[in-house]
T-cell receptor, first 116, second 113 residues
C-alpha cells in the first residue's frame, strides 16, 4: 500500500536561509507522481511542484526544488532563500500510477516558521 | 483555475444527524476528491470519483458515502454524524493536464457536538 511519511512536525528557519523539508514514500508501483503543497494560515491549499517517477532531472519551480532520490524513496522539498511568507504548513503527496484515476494521498505535514 | 465551491462552508450539528457537504465545479473536470484535515494527520482521502456514478473508497471511508449524479457535483454524506467526524473537509479536482495536480476548494468546517 502507498504511504507518505513526513518526519518533521515543525521547523524554524532564519529568513534568507535555505530549508529542506523531508518526505519519504512507499509504493510498489514503478509509475507514480510526487507533489508538494503549501497551506498558509489562511487555509487554502497551494500546489508548488511536481516530480514524475520517470523524470530524470529534479523538478524546479522558482525558489522551490524537489530533491528526488528514487532508490531511497525520498522527495525532499528545498526552498532557497526563505522569506517570511514561506511560513506555512507543507504537505507531500503521492499518486500511484500514471492513470489519473489513481488516488492521491498526503503526508501529515511540516509546519515551517521563518524567523526574521 | 477551475471554479470550485464547497457548501456549506461552516456547519455545526449534533451527533446522530445526517449531514451532506456539496462540492461544485464549473469546468467539467472528471476526477474529484474528498479529504478531511485533522491536526497531526494531514489530509486523509475519504472518497474519490473518476466520473459520473464512478466512485471509490479512500483511506478513511467508514461512516461516509458519496454520490456523483452529474459531472459538476460531488456530494459527501455523513449518514449519522459522530464527534470523531468533526474536521475540515476539502474537495479537490484534478486539474493539471500533464502532472495531474489537485486544485482545492476552500474547505468546509464541520463541528459535531
Amino acid at each position: 500500500a502507498q504511504k507518505i511519511t513526513q518526519t518533521q512536525p515543525g521547523m524554524f528557519v532564519q529568513e534568507k536561509e535555505a530549508v529542506t523539508l523531508d518526505c519519504t514514500y512507499d509504493t510498489s508501483d514503478q509509475s507514480y507522481g510526487l507533489f508538494w503543497y503549501k497551506q498558509p494560515s489562511s487555509g487554502e491549499m497551494i500546489f508548488l511542484i511536481y516530480q514524475g517517477s520517470y523524470d530524470e532531472q529534479n523538478a524546479t519551480e522558482g525558489r522551490y526544488s524537489l530533491n528526488f532520490q528514487k532508490a531511497r524513496k525520498s522527495a525532499n522539498l528545498v526552498i532557497s532563500a526563505s522569506q517570511l511568507g514561506d511560513s506555512a504548513m507543507y504537505f507531500c503527496a503521492m499518486r500511484e500510477g500514471y492513470s489519473s484515476a489513481s488516488k492521491i494521498i498526503f503526508g501529515s505535514g511540516t509546519r515551517l516558521s521563518i524567523r526574521p | 483555475d477551475a471554479g470550485i465551491t464547497q457548501s456549506p462552508r461552516h456547519k455545526v450539528t449534533e451527533t446522530g444527524t445526517p449531514v451532506t457537504l456539496r462540492c461544485h465545479q464549473t469546468e467539467n473536470h472528471r476526477y474529484m476528491y474528498w479529504y478531511r484535515q485533522d491536526p497531526g494527520h494531514g489530509l486523509r482521502l475519504i472518497h474519490y470519483s473518476y466520473g459520473v456514478k464512478d466512485t471509490d473508497k479512500g483511506e478513511v471511508s467508514d461512516g461516509y458515502s458519496v454520490s456523483r449524479s452529474k459531472t459538476e457535483d460531488f456530494l459527501l454524506t455523513l449518514e449519522s454524524a459522530t464527534s470523531s467526524q468533526t474536521s475540515v473537509y476539502f474537495c479537490a479536482i484534478q486539474e493539471g493536464a500533464n502532472t495531474g495536480e489537485l486544485f482545492f476548494g476552500e474547505g468546509s468546517r464541520l463541528t459535531v457536538l
